[in-house]
């Protein structure tokens, strides 16, 4: 599976758009991108995938640039309860293995 | 409802004693998991079962064992425990499905082992 790249940290102010950046530049055609998190004492909590179109939810919007080299998780209105570890991981369809990095950490700050 | 459920939540013992940690999922799930969390946080697979059946076991000592009675239960068996288990384990499950679908986990909020 491919190594995933993210910043170590970010902050973002209550209220406003998060935009975590990931870069996966050895992505293989039939590799997803999938993004969880985890908040502080729980354990780590889907939130969205793709593969090339662009995706959104009820919890997040994925864009992935039309070389799939790189993607962007946006939370549009973050919240406090949004601070945790964000997880950008590519996977192959390994039936469950995933291959979690040491994510971004984001700070919602009121 | 919780839809993946692991008991308990905490657990302190000693070194040498056997330990188990057990999960529910009431999900309908046909695969379920075994992660482990270090000190450090970082995240890796220990066991997969799909349908009762073994499907991943990586680099994990013999010590630890993973029974699973039924499809919705996947209980974790530690023998012998030492100081470097202490971490967070963590289970999960997720559907069988189209590639692309089935890395979609649902974890529990984890048990944290910790070895005196």
């Known amino acids: 599976d491919a190594k995933t790249t993210q910043p170590t940290s970010m902050d973002c102010a209550e209220g406003r758009a998060a935009n975590l950046p990931c870069n996966h530049s050895?992505?293989?055609?039939?590799?997803?991108v999938y993004w969880y998190r985890q908040i502080h004492s729980q354990g780590p909590q889907y939130i969205i995938h793709?593969?090339?179109n662009n995706e959104t939810n009820e919890m997040a919007s994925l864009i992935i640039t039309e070389d799939r080299k790189s993607s962007t998780l946006i939370l549009p209105h973050a919240t406090l309860r949004d601070t945790a570890v964000y997880y950008c991981?590519?996977?192959?369809?390994?039936?469950?293995?995933?291959?979690f990095g040491k994510g971004t950490k984001l700070s919602v700050k009121p | 409802d919780t839809a993946v459920s692991q008991t308990p939540k905490y657990l302190v013992t000693q070194m040498g004693n056997d330990k188990s940690i057990k999960c529910e999922q009431n999900?309908?799930?046909?695969?379920m998991y075994w992660y482990k969390q270090d000190s450090k946080k970082f995240l890796k697979i220990m066991f997969s079962?799909?349908?009762?059946?073994?499907?991943i076991n990586e680099t994990v000592p013999n010590r630890f064992s993973p029974k699973s009675p039924d499809k919705a239960h996947l209980n974790l068996h530690i023998n012998s425990l030492e100081l470097g288990d202490s971490a967070v384990y963590f289970c999960?499950?997720?559907?069988?499905?189209?590639?692309?679908?089935?890395?979609?986990?649902?974890f529990g909020s984890g048990t944290q082992l910790s070895v005196l």
């Open positions: 793709g593969l090339k």
């Open positions: 991981i590519v996977v192959r369809g390994s039936q469950g293995n995933l291959i």
């Open positions: 999900l309908g799930h046909d695969t």
């Open positions: 050895t992505i293989s055609g039939n590799e997803y």
């Open positions: 079962y799909n349908n009762k059946e073994l499907i």
């Open positions: 999960a499950s997720s559907p069988v499905g189209e590639q692309g679908t089935r890395e979609k986990l649902f």
